[in-house]
T-cell receptor, first 113, second 114 residues
């Protein structure tokens, strides 16, 4: 596609429920990244994919968070047993270079009530 | 660990004025990249300008330019002839060469007033 597409744009969920956030990167971009942006904060790295493998998942905050990427394309970030502190904007980016020339999506705003 | 600090949480200037946003960083690496990203209310992060640490010449992109002081670990962004559309959050970011993740500062909320 022309840009990085994320869905849903907004998600409200009850505490304890599982959620899935989707990222559809730019066609041909081999690298895909997930970041989290809490209210009024900068972006926090979560995980990086090269193709379908995740060489760096050091930013995942707990074992309730997991991510996968299939076909070297779409990625899903799953949060199990959501907590209120998981409320944030989750941003996805993709790139084909290693100099940070990312293209970001518009994010998913997750609200846990 | 690398850290990025933006000391100005908010700034406000009049349209057509020049504004400078500050950024400092801490690293022991010699080869790295520095970036300024803009985040409008749409939430999408947009790359404004980037600088390779090995280049002495400051990067420029139209009305946007940087003042890169490697020894001082400082990377400020200057916006000339500011426009209403420049209103946004601005994030300074750092990436070690060969690494695959950006380290972001806390951001500066910039408002351009008519």
């Amino acid at each position: 596609g022309a840009g990085v597409s994320q869905s849903p744009s907004n998600k409200v969920t009850e505490k304890g429920k599982d959620v899935e956030l989707r990222c559809d990167p730019i066609s041909g971009h081999t690298a895909l990244y997930w970041y989290r942006q809490s209210l009024g904060q900068g972006l926090e790295f979560l995980i990086y994919f090269q193709g379908n493998s995740a060489p760096d998942k050091s930013g995942l905050p707990s074992d309730r968070f997991s991510a996968e990427r299939t076909g070297g394309s779409v990625s899903t970030l799953t949060i199990q047993r959501t907590q209120q502190e998981d409320s944030a904007v989750y941003l996805c980016a993709s790139s084909w270079t290693d100099w940070g020339g990312y293209t970001f999506g518009s994010g998913t705003r997750l609200t846990v009530v | 660990a690398q850290t990025v600090t933006q000391s100005q949480p908010e700034m406000s200037v009049q349209e057509a004025e020049t504004v400078t946003l500050s950024c400092t960083y801490d690293t022991s690496e010699n080869n790295y990249y520095l970036f300024w990203y803009k985040q409008p209310p749409s939430r999408q992060m947009i790359l404004v300008i980037r600088q390779e640490a090995y280049k002495q010449q400051n990067a420029t992109e139209n009305r946007f330019s940087v003042n890169f002081q490697k020894a001082a670990k400082s990377f400020s962004l200057k916006i000339s002839d500011s426009q209403l559309g420049d209103t946004a959050m601005y994030f300074c970011a750092f990436m070690t060469q060969g690494a695959q993740k950006l380290v972001f500062g806390q951001g500066t909320r910039l408002t351009i007033n008519p």
